[in-house]
């Protein structure tokens, strides 16, 4: 049986922000965090996608698959956003990193089973907002399964860039949001043997700042 985790720093949806990446990757290797996760979507941005796949192979970060990341190998990607990352920037290997990225992730914490998503499960465009009401998570099919099937304590996902700690009962969600800059950008430490969620934001000039610390339940 593998170790269990306790402490994890979670990094949201890079968009090709690969200076900010760096820094956060640097910072929670700093911290003497081993396990690094991201949620996907590596690519669509401005910042140097090719360099965010070097960044994440080379620090071993466990990374799943976000639906630009999916959209990236579909007809027509380089034509559907301004800030497109353009096919020819990647290279081989980033090129089959970016193929071969798993949709989802298990893994064992201290404080139960965990699963790494994008999105909610299989489900990469959906994602659980700070403010879904209760007719919004009724609507959420993957959301209502992974709650029933009480496999999952935790849900690490991204996609919504919305920074959160949100739990359902025996299900907590856990966003790390986005590296984007024109999106707060900043990214977690999840203390599983703590049960705390510390969130790290940069600041306008890059530096890195604490920001809220909370419970997991
Ligand atoms: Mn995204």
Redesign the pocket.
Known sequence: MSELLTRVGIIG?P?AEDELLEKAIRFLRGEGVETLFCTG?VV?GRGDANRCCRLLMDNDVLTVR???DRWFFAPGYAEMFADSTPPDSIDAEAYAFLATLPLTRRFETVRGTLQLAHGTDTDDMRGVYPGDARWVLEANPPLQRLYAENVYRFLVG??T?ARMVRQFDHLTIINAG?LRRDRSPGFLLADFAAGAVQAYLFDEAGAIVPGDARPMG
């Open positions: 949806d968009h979507d669509t976000g639906n630009h991204g996609h860039h986005t």
